[in-house]
């Protein structure tokens, strides 16, 4: 089971459906399509869930769906009462997890998902705003050093980027990457759920960067940092048809200094941010 947690308890994510006990606030829309309560109490049910039609303090997780990003006030209506009830159950020390329809279908497929912040305005103790964060739609769960495995040798149909995804060298300068940014107390993050597969993403401040991994060693190096370009444009263009999307900054993460200065004009020129290790210059 899922323990009540003080109100620092979830550092931000909820990582499972399992033992959680949940309070829906109505239909939750889910990948274009909205759900009712009972369907969604179903498909909690199958990962592991229970689920109550009321809130009280057995509730661990509430999934409010119709209410993304708007305030509520308490006005007689089940579901913002339940929303209420989440954030005076916060400032009494228990912290409720709340989480969207993005972010329970993300629980359903099995992913990791941000708990949602609360605020109360101090004017009005019934004002509740589900505040909405960098990267919504973007960046998923926190990013993680892949180990490296054994590759299949000399065959031509081997995907190319799925092999340098799984260098050494590849995973080498990801971690260096992660190191550097924490270093400034910035979170690396994965791609979200139904974000283009980008190699590594964070926020700083309302700014949003994808970034695409690249190693040079044992490799030709234009060849390399073309993919790259290619790659990183590719993911930023889709991001750009996604709805409520912010205007993300892709970036070509290279393991060292090119050899040739060109590239850093190239990238430039194409709206790319170009950095390498060790010390990534401006990131």
């Known amino acids: 089971m899922v323990g009540r947690k003080d109100k620092d308890g979830c550092g931000g994510w909820v990582s499972t459906l399992s033992g959680q006990t949940i309070c829906f ?3 939750v829309f889910i990948d274009g ?3 009712l309560r009972e369907d969604c109490d179903t498909m909690a049910r ?4 229970s689920s109550k039609t009321d809130f009280s303090r057995k509730v661990s997780l509430l999934v409010h769906g119709d209410l993304a990003s708007q305030a509520v006030t308490d006005s007689g209506r089940q579901y913002s009462k339940k929303l209420v009830g989440a954030a005076r159950e916060r400032d009494g020390g228990y912290h409720v997890c709340v989480v969207d329809g993005d972010g329970f279908a993300d629980l359903i497929a099995g992913h990791p998902t941000r ?3 609360l605020l109360q305005a101090p004017d009005d103790s019934d004002r509740v705003l589900v505040l909405p964060q960098p990267g919504d739609g973007v960046l998923g769960a926190p990013l993680q050093r892949k180990a490296v495995g054994q590759q299949p040798a000399g065959s031509l149909m081997i995907d190319l980027d799925h092999l340098e995804k799984g260098s050494a060298a590849h995973e080498e300068t990801v971690a260096a990457l992660i ?3 924490s270093r ?3 979170e690396v993050r994965s791609h979200a759920r139904n974000a283009p597969r980008f190699d590594a993403g964070w926020s700083r401040g309302n700014d949003v960067f994808i970034a695409e991994v690249k190693s040079l060693t044992g490799a030709s190096e234009d060849q390399q940092i073309r993919l790259g370009i290619g790659q990183i444009l590719d993911y ?3 991001l750009t048809t996604m709805k409520s999307v912010v205007r993300v900054q892709p970036v070509l993460v290279l393991e060292k200094r090119p050899s040739s200065d060109r590239w850093q004009s190239v990238a430039k020129q194409s709206g790319i941010r170009l950095t390498w290790g060790p010390d990534y210059p401006g990131c």
């Open 25 to 27: 606030t109505g239909k």
């Open 33 to 35: 399509e909205w759900m």
């Open 46 to 49: 199958v990962r592991g869930a």
């Open 115 to 117: 708990c949602r912040e």
């Open 179 to 181: 190191a550097h940014l």
């Open 184 to 186: 400034q107390n910035i």
């Open 236 to 238: 930023a263009h889709q």
